[in-house]
């Protein structure tokens, strides 16, 4: 499983903000850290709870279901520290859309599930 795809565009997405998504099934939080935008997984790995609801503080996003927290500049997580987030390629074309990359071979999970949302 391999999807290329636009999420958005690159103004979309704001410092301090998240962006969250669905495409294929599979969610994705959009942020913007030092004017870089990055893109990870949607779901925590605690329990694969939607980060939709989840608060981002900085570079600090928490998932309100259990308090894991995650440095968003990196994906590691911060408490735990062993959880760690998948972070998924992007490119930027000249018209400012943001297009991701997910390879189902990035991750167990999306193997398994073909898609978390
Ligand atoms: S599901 Fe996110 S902290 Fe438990």
């Known amino acids: 499983m391999k999807i290329t795809q636009q999420v958005c565009h690159e103004d979309d997405v704001w410092e301090g ?18 004017d870089e935008v ?13 980060f939709e609801d989840a608060e981002l503080d900085g570079c600090t996003l928490t998932c309100l279901a259990h308090v894991w927290k995650y440095d968003i500049s990196t994906g590691q997580g911060i408490n735990p520290k062993t959880s760690k987030l ?12 943001v297009i991701v990359t997910i390879e189902g071979d990035m991750h167990p999970s999306i193997n398994l599930r073909g898609g978390i949302a």
């Open 17 to 34: 903000e998240k962006y969250y998504t669905v495409i294929d099934g599979i969610s994705l939080v959009l942020v913007r850290v030092n």
């Open 38 to 50: 990055k893109a990870f997984q949607g779901w925590c790995p605690h329990q694969d709870i939607s």
């Open 86 to 97: 998948i972070e998924f390629p992007i490119e930027i074309n000249e018209d400012g859309n």
